[in-house]
């Protein structure tokens, strides 16, 4: 029987998503894999000021939106690429009506390579709906505990440096700010667009 429909091109778009923005390795250079953390405690969620492209963003500056809040970095060889293009896939099923009731947000955990242009090139080049964010090291801290997000440096003997292990749940909240879901690293793209309609219906 001919199996067709929404779903499965969204799982095949999802693995073709994966499979190119695995190219995404600034070094162009094989990095060695790194870990995904567990979570450091439950997140209860919360506002915060972090700093974009655009200047600084307030998490109240999307009242109205969805948002879906994502932690990593751009240097990351595996598990942010995964992520944001399982996310992408998702995003792209959405009509520009519910895009418009839409805000990622990628908050960088390693300042010291990630400006804000950089971050501007790496969201975009998954969605134009991710805006990537970062801080000090102080504002990203307090921002990750608020979340329960796990990170730590690793030094590793290769061009990229440093690697940073780092938990990789994504987070969304609803219109009013208030944290509603978490979804493991891995979850297919099938179920995050079920989410976020089921999330933006009842925003609507």
């Not at 009509?95 to 839409?102: C, G």
């Not at 000090?136 to 730590?152: D, I, N, S």
């Not at 609803?174 to 509603?180: E, F, H, K, P, W």
Request: with cysteine.
């Amino acid at each position: 029987m001919k199996k067709s429909g929404p779903l499965a091109l969204i799982a095949l778009l999802g693995i073709s998503l994966v499979c190119a923005l695995l190219f995404w390795n600034p070094a162009a250079v094989k990095t060695p894999a790194h870990q995904a953390l567990g979570l450091a405690e439950a997140p209860i969620g919360g506002g915060f000021v972090l700093e974009s492209y655009r200047g600084p963003v307030a998490l109240e500056d999307f009242r109205g939106k969805v948002v879906a809040l994502y932690f990593g970095y751009t240097w990351c060889p595996d598990i942010c690429p995964t992520s944001l293009g399982f996310l992408s896939a998702a995003l792209s099923e959405l009509t520009p009506e519910e895009l418009d009731r839409f805000q990622g947000l990628f908050v960088s955990v390693d300042p010291a390579r990630d400006s804000v242009e950089r971050l501007k090139e790496y969201g975009e080049y998954f969605h134009a709906g991710i805006l990537g964010i970062t801080g000090t090291p102080e504002q990203l801290a307090k921002v990750a505990h608020q979340y329960g997000a796990a990170y730590r440096i690793v030094q590793q003997d290769s061009a990229a440096g440093y690697l940073v292990d780092h938990s990789a749940d994504l987070y969304f909240l609803d219109q009013q700010g208030r944290l509603v879901h978490t979804l493991p690293h891995g979850t297919p793209p099938d179920e995050v667009l079920a989410l976020l309609r089921t999330m933006l219906q009842q925003s609507g």
